[in-house]
């Protein structure tokens, strides 16, 4: 495994994220496809309190102490405490990206990593810091994916064109 393209690749996704979510209009970024589903707001405050307190915090822990459990979490419970959807869009777009951009300096920083090193999680087995690299790289594909479709979604709904012609999603 290539540890520095995976590096390279959470590099070049702040990019794609970049390119994907600036310069929404709010009617876009406030639309859901379903009351229960996440909008665009909700998906950028988890992607950065993820980069933060989870992939971030996890490789680190993995990486210099593993011995010791990384703080425990849930995401579906931060949408509601951290008030997601009253969150300002650009600022938390802008807060993620400069998240990513710390992270992608750290990583970088990194002198022969210690990649299987783990912690040894009670339920799930080990946890190695590999394991969360390679992971956060899949994370941000999950979401890549998640803001195609809800951009595609809203495109359908407000287009008043049948989208056919462009294939199937």
């Known amino acids: 495994m ?3 393209e995976i590096i390279l690749k959470l590099r070049k996704n702040r990019e794609v994220f970049k390119e994907l979510l600036q310069e929404v209009p709010e009617d876009e970024y406030l639309w859901k496809s379903h009351p229960d589903q996440w909008c665009l707001l909700e998906v950028v405050c988890h992607l950065y309190d993820e980069e933060r307190e989870d992939f971030r915090t996890r490789l680190r822990y993995a990486l210099e102490t593993p011995e010791k459990a990384p703080p425990a979490f849930d995401t579906l419970v931060w949408v509601k405490e951290r008030n997601y959807i009253g969150q300002n869009y650009g600022e938390m777009l802008q807060k ?8 992608i300096t750290w990583l970088r920083s990194l002198e022969n990593p210690p990649w299987d090193n783990a912690y040894q999680h009670p339920e799930l087995g080990p946890r190695s810091a590999r394991l969360y690299l390679v992971n ?3 994370h941000d594909y999950l979401h890549i994916r998640q803001i195609n479709k809800l951009k595609y979604y809203y495109l359908q709904e ?4 049948d989208l056919q012609y462009a294939g199937k999603w």
Do not use: K, N
């Open 2 to 4: 290539d540890y520095q």
């Open 96 to 103: 993620f990206l400069d998240e990513r951009s710390a992270s």
């Open 136 to 138: 956060w790289l899949a």
């Open 158 to 161: 407000t287009a008043g064109e």
